[in-house]
């Protein structure tokens, strides 16, 4: 997709898109791309996640689009406040990949996994639903999503582009 609208959403950071604009992200390995759509005012909202839980965080500001179980409500009220209303939103993902091996097989080193399954905890909890993901794996992944339409597209170097 190539937009004269482009709006960047860095890692550790969310950011809505309307009136056509359209929401990437970049550098997704074990980080997850969660988008939410309301088709029916065509407003988009994308986090770049990097972690599950805000429980490991330092003192200090809290950087709530970082962890998962915080970025989705602060996703979810900046919709809310464009306009969106959440019992029509649709969720999409894509990363939370394994991009590195470790000896032992630590949990806690399961990082990707982890974020899409506290993503999806979170979701859930929301009646937020989950249409379409590009997760898993050992590689890295672009996404936009178009506010015009909620198409995610996925690009990577071993599968090329997916939309969905």
Do not use: W
């Amino acid at each position: 997709m190539i937009q004269q609208n482009l709006v960047k959403v860095g890692m550790a950071d969310l950011n809505i898109a309307v009136e056509g604009a359209v929401l990437r992200t970049t550098g997704l390995g074990s980080c997850v791309g969660l988008t939410l759509y309301d088709p029916l005012v065509k407003i988009a909202g994308m986090a770049h996640i990097m972690l599950p839980s805000s429980e490991i965080a330092r003192d200090g500001a809290l950087n709530r689009a970082k962890y998962a179980d915080t970025a989705v409500p602060e996703l979810l009220e900046r919709m809310a406040k464009a306009g969106a209303v959440p019992a029509r939103l649709q969720a999409k993902m894509a990363g939370g990949a394994q991009m590195f091996a470790f000896a032992g097989g630590s949990e806690s080193m399961r990082i990707g996994l982890r974020n899409v399954e506290a993503i999806t905890l979170t979701l859930n909890s929301l009646s937020i639903p989950i249409v379409g993901q590009d997760t898993g794996g050992n590689y890295g992944r672009t996404i936009e999503i178009d506010s015009n339409d909620g198409m995610l597209s996925v690009r990577s170097v071993p599968y090329g582009t997916k939309e969905f």
